[in-house]
């Protein structure tokens, strides 16, 4: 199990003979993604890396049943590119792109919102479910599959955070970056809510920065809707007010958005915030142990595994056969 | 982006609301000389991008010409909150009898553009809402079907019991809303709206914040940039596709990703040392942006040492190892290099920087304590 992709999906690449479409098109066939089929306008019957590009989604949907669609073209024509890939039956979009504007995006999220269709991003790294698939521009090298779910509003912070989960031997159930943006398709409380019921997952990071409240938010939906520990971060203690600190959403704008109200709203609810990103794996491994000597008191007949999942992840999926595993995917790719 | 009061009233003028007549000044005799061709008392007011300008003395009240160049000349040059008047809007005094608020901004919780309006206006809405919260009142606008006249006037009442008084109001938020739109903003607001002698709505000031996201759509508004307003080493930043945001600190901080650059200052205080500056230099690994990004940091006196914190993902290490080499070679840096180069390639990036002896680690955190040290 995972949330939101997992070996059912199947990818259809929107931009994908652009530069970083192209690029990316070959890094998730390489971590083993289902990349069934692409969409240029103008380019259609051509191939890329081997994948069938389509002139339009509803195109692509009908020939290759593809059911979820990421997004690499430009700002100016992402919108469109959103609409496209609902109307064309797609039931997950995840979106890459940055810089959408705001206006277009509200009237975007509530439209998806009617018809069904998740969107994750935009200006987002995607998301992966390691061994599984991995939809987005995420370095599939440093994740490892395991019991940890992580939700991030950032990127390459997620990158440092994971790679010292995976070194502690902490692998991970699915990895979301849900976008730096201030309106964004997925937010903290739908991933908790996901994460909450997915049996692989046993722990949660959730990484969260200054602007807005979405934190406060999380916190307050946690303590009424979780029974799995999950532990924090929060990016940008330091941040002057009343700047944009690079994503646009990440704006200390009069009293609201600061780390410190962050922080203290998650520790209200009983979640750990870790001061620095090497502190987490640790405060997650305790926060499990916790969690387990807990659940073992309740049900003391509880399966070894549960108890200890980072001894048993690791007997399950030794290195060597993560590696097989995805070489042999990468191979029937290829053919 | 940030405007000017000047420019989003220019800008609400187009839109047909009512404003004020004015006119933006440089220097006290252009200042004497509206106010003796509007022939009535006027305003002088500092514009600067800062709220509180009136309290800080940056708006005065001028009953004629004289008085015009005299406070005209005490504002500018004024420094408020740190920035320096360099114009100022002179614009016809208005007989007060009321003041209201009406704003409209993109509500992050709601996903909705949110109205707010509140018979108390002229001061400082946030004020408004944690000590009389029952004075404001909220429509959050549907955003397939738009603002509905029935909504505008809902709101205008709250303001303005007296419907003809109301009609004006909703002919103004109506009109707000166009202007929010049109101009793609994350925030338009009134305050005050004032009502006059001939009871007559006017816009006494205006506020637009303009979304960075849609400005590719409006190369009009995109001139109303200010360079004056805006840090010079954010605006060099800005050319070369970086975000960058200066701080006061001697450790300049070069890292790819938002989060992770914020997360480094955040670390670089964590260990007692102060960050100079916040810099993304985004996913790409093009050394020309290694060198904009160095030049950049350089130029600030301050900064006695450069951190890079590098998470090589989709952006490769070698590239970026690449990028300080030429960097260096075409800047000859004045300060230490502490490098962290992490991720794909990092061994490749690792012999391309062996014969600079750069100090260098794979540990966020023992980055952070070598620039430190450099500085200490």
Redesign the interface.
């Known amino acids: 199990m995972a949330i939101f992709v997992d070996k059912n999906t199947r990818v259809v690449v929107q931009g994908i003979t652009g530069r970083d479409g192209s690029f ?1 098109t070959q ?1 998730m066939l390489n971590a083993g993604t289902k990349v069934v089929a692409g969409v240029t306008p103008g380019k259609g019957g051509t191939e890329v890396f081997g994948v069938p590009v389509f002139e339009s989604v509803a195109d692509a949907v009908a020939k290759t049943k593809a059911n979820t669609s990421i997004i690499f073209v430009p ?2 024509y992402a919108i469109d590119a959103i609409y496209e890939a609902a109307e064309g039956g797609i039931k997950l979009i995840i979106c890459i792109t940055e ?5 277009d995006m ?2 975007v ?3 998806l919102k009617a018809k069904g269709v998740r969107l994750i991003g935009p200006n987002c ?1 995607g998301i992966i479910s390691p061994e599984q698939s991995k939809v987005g ?3 599939s ?2 994740f490892k599959k395991g019991p940890i779910g992580v939700i ?9 955070i994971v ?1 010292n989960l995976t070194n502690k031997g902490l692998g991970q159930s699915t990895c979301i970056g849900i976008g ?4 964004i398709g997925t937010n903290f409380i739908d991933c908790l809510e996901a994460f909450e019921n997915d049996p692989q997952t046993k722990g949660i990071v959730l ?1 969260g ?2 602007g ?3 934190e406060e ?1 999380a916190a307050e939906f946690i303590k009424k809707n979780l029974t799995k520990p999950v532990v924090g ?1 929060i ?6 007010p009343g ?8 704006i200390i704008s ?2 609201s958005g600061l780390a410190e109200d962050k922080i203290k709203a998650l520790n209200a609810v009983g979640i750990p915030v870790a ?4 502190k987490i794996a640790d405060l997650m491994a305790e926060k499990l142990a916790e969690f387990s000597k807990k659940t073992a008191k309740r049900a003391p007949k509880q399966s070894p595994k549960k108890k200890a999942p980072k001894k048993a992840i690791k007997k399950a999926m030794p290195k060597k056969a993560i590696k097989k595993a995805t070489k042999k995917s990468t191979a029937r790719k290829k053919k | 982006m940030k405007i000017h009061e000047y420019q989003a009233k220019e800008i609400f003028a187009k839109f047909g609301m009512p404003v004020p007549k004015g006119e933006v000044v440089m220097a006290p005799e252009e200042a004497r000389n509206v106010a003796i061709r509007y022939g009535k008392p006027v305003m002088v007011k500092a514009q600067v991008h800062v709220g509180g300008r009136g309290k800080a003395g940056g708006i005065k009240f001028c009953k004629d010409p004289d008085e015009a160049f005299l406070n005209a000349q005490e504002v500018l040059g004024m420094d408020i909150k740190g920035l320096t008047v360099k114009k100022i809007l002179v614009t016809e005094a208005v007989d007060i009898k009321s003041e209201a608020y009406v704003g409209i901004i ?1 509500d ?2 709601t ?3 949110v109205f707010m309006v509140s018979p108390a206006g002229g001061i400082d809405i ?1 004020q408004v809402a944690r000590e009389t919260p029952d004075k404001i009142m909220k429509c959050g606008v ?3 079907y738009g603002l509905r006249p029935f909504e505008a006037l809902k709101l205008a009442r709250f303001i303005y019991p007296d419907i003809k008084i109301a009609r004006q109001a909703v002919d103004i938020i109506m009109k707000l809303y166009n202007v ?2 049109g101009v ?1 903003a ?1 925030l338009a607001e009134i305050n005050p709206l004032v009502l006059d002698g001939n009871g007559m709505l006017v816009a006494l000031d205006a506020k637009i914040n303009l ?4 400005l ?2 409006h190369p009009e508004l995109e001139k109303m940039r200010d360079l004056d307003a805006e840090e010079p080493a954010e605006i060099e930043a800005k050319k070369a596709d970086l ?1 960058f ?1 200066k ?1 006061n600190g001697n450790i300049g901080c070069i ?9 480094t ?6 260990f007692g040392g102060e ?1 100079a500056n ?1 810099l ?1 230099i985004g ?1 790409s690994s093009n050394p020309e942006k290694v060198t904009a990004a160095m030049r950049i940091i350089l130029n600030d006196p301050n900064v006695g040492v450069i951190l890079f914190n590098i ?5 490769r290490c070698d590239d970026v190892a690449n990028g300080i080499v030429q960097a260096v070679e075409k800047l000859n840096p004045r300060v230490p290099i502490v490098v962290r180069l ?3 390639n990092e061994d490749k990036a690792k012999e391309i920087l062996d014969k600079y002896n750069f100090p260098s680690t794979n ?3 023992e980055v952070v304590k070598m620039a430190i040290k450099e500085v200490a």
């Not at chain 1, 991030?152 to 440092?160: I, K, P, V």
């Open positions: 990316h890094q700002p100016a810089g959408l504007p705001t206006i509200v009237k999220y509530h439209y790294p521009i995420l370095p090298q440093i991030s509003r950032s990127g390459t912070l997620t990158y440092e790679y730096g943006d201030p309106i990484i920065e200054i807005g409240s979405d938010m971060f990016a940008g203690r330091t941040a002057p700047k944009r600190m690079g994503h646009a959403g990440a009069g009293s001061e620095i990103p090497s | 993109t992050r919780l996903k909705k553009n946030e549907d955003p397939i929010f739109l793609d994350s979304d960075d996201n849609g590719f759509r975000s945001v701080l890292v790819n990703g938002a989060g992770l650059a914020m997360a200052m955040d670390l670089v205080k964590y960050p916040f993304d996913g998470f090589g993902g989709i952006t992490t991720g794909t540990s966020m955190e």
